[in-house]
């Protein structure tokens, strides 16, 4: 043991010895010179000034916009909201082990969605872990080449945490969700929202 730890001190020194680089600490000069907070930077007089009942207004306009999607139906046009469809059958593209995705594979996803039967859901919820949408029920990724990476195809959006959504569909095995918010449709693992 003893001797294990002498060599290891012996080859950190022989190391140390060698190296040449000599790390320089240097400082920003802007850092220094300049003020870090931004506030300084604006000029009192050019400050808009907004009166409480202007800002009461814009308040209640974005939160009605902002929690709308509770009041709206599913949209009912399906090849609109499972656009991904067509590109299910005709290109299966390449899976994360960059190796050609079989057509089985890709009907097998598509058969997951139960598509005949959306809109199965209106239901009012909120996105509870900020989390991907995904145009099909997988995390898997879709390739459209073998060097593709990393732009996967079956990634359509993120949303974040507090969003207000509608769950308008399930997966077969219930473990994913299809949702409708103001700016985006798509499949989020079930766990991740929370009903209302």
């Excluded at 930077?41 to 009605?64: G, P």
């Excluded at 995390?139 to 996967?152: E, L, R, S, T, V």
């Excluded at 299809?178 to 449709?185: A, G």
Aim: glycine share 4%.
């Amino acid at each position: 043991m003893k001797y294990r730890i002498f060599a290891l001190l012996l080859c950190v020194l022989y190391l140390s010895a060698c190296s040449q680089k000599v790390i320089q600490i240097t400082k920003i000069k802007d850092l220094e010179q300049l003020p870090q907070d931004a506030l300084i930077y604006i000029d009192e007089s050019s400050q808009i000034k907004v009166d409480s009942k202007a800002l009461a207004v814009l308040k209640n306009d974005y939160l009605e916009k902002y929690y709308s999607i509770w009041q709206e139906k599913p949209n009912p046009n399906v090849n609109e909201v499972f656009w991904i469809k067509p590109s299910l059958l005709k290109n299966p593209g390449f899976g994360e082990n960059l190796q050609a995705n079989p057509l089985s594979y890709t009907k097998e996803i598509l058969d997951s969605m139960d598509i005949e039967s959306y809109p199965s859901k209106a239901i009012r919820a909120i996105i509870t872990t900020t989390t991907d949408v995904r145009a099909v029920p997988t995390i898997k990724p879709m390739f459209n080449k073998p060097d593709g990476y990393p732009f996967d195809r079956w990634q359509n959006s993120l949303i974040f945490v507090g969003t207000p959504v509608l769950i308008t569909h399930t997966s077969r095995d219930k473990s994913w969700v299809h949702i409708q918010s103001s700016f985006v449709y798509g499949w989020v693992k079930a766990e991740h929202v929370g009903i209302l």
